[in-house]
Nanobody
Framework: VQLQASGGGFVQSGGSLRLSCAAS????????MGWYRQAPGKQRELVAT???????NYADSVKGRFTISRDNAKNTGYLQMSSLKPEDTAVYFC?????????????????WGQGTLVTVSA
């Protein structure tokens, strides 16, 4: 399974960006889609998750500003970011918990995307 993240870029404070993460490969089901971020000199932190049933969870720092969503038919997750602040500057990573399969059967595993840089200027 491969995850391809896109949509990062440079934006001014108060602006918006939409991140996408598309999964491909041996996918039976994507159970949880999540977005994490890592700012320079800081640990990677959870931003938001969405379950297969649409239940969402957000970090307090992004509640009311970010919206996570998914398109199961496209195996794609999205993160709509609004009212961006300079402290949102980070590399954003998608992480999917996937039920995948091989010749030996099916199993759950977490996969990471390659990261996409979001820079918010003051």
């Amino acid at each position: 399974v491969q995850l391809q993240a896109s949509g990062g870029g440079f934006v001014q404070s108060g602006g918006s960006l939409r991140l996408s993460c598309a999964a491909s490969g041996n996918i039976l089901r994507i159970n949880v889609m999540g977005w994490y971020r890592q700012a320079p000199g800081k640990q990677r932190e959870l931003v938001a998750t969405i379950s297969n049933g649409g239940i969402t969870n957000y970090a307090d720092s992004v509640k009311g500003r970010f919206t996570i969503s998914r398109d199961n038919a496209k195996n794609t997750g999205y993160l709509q970011m609004s009212s961006l602040k300079p402290e949102d500057t980070a590399v954003y990573f998608c992480n999917f918990q996937v039920t995948t399969y091989s010749s030996s059967g099916s199993y759950r595993r977490n996969f990471w995307g390659q990261g996409t840089l979001v820079t918010v200027s003051a």
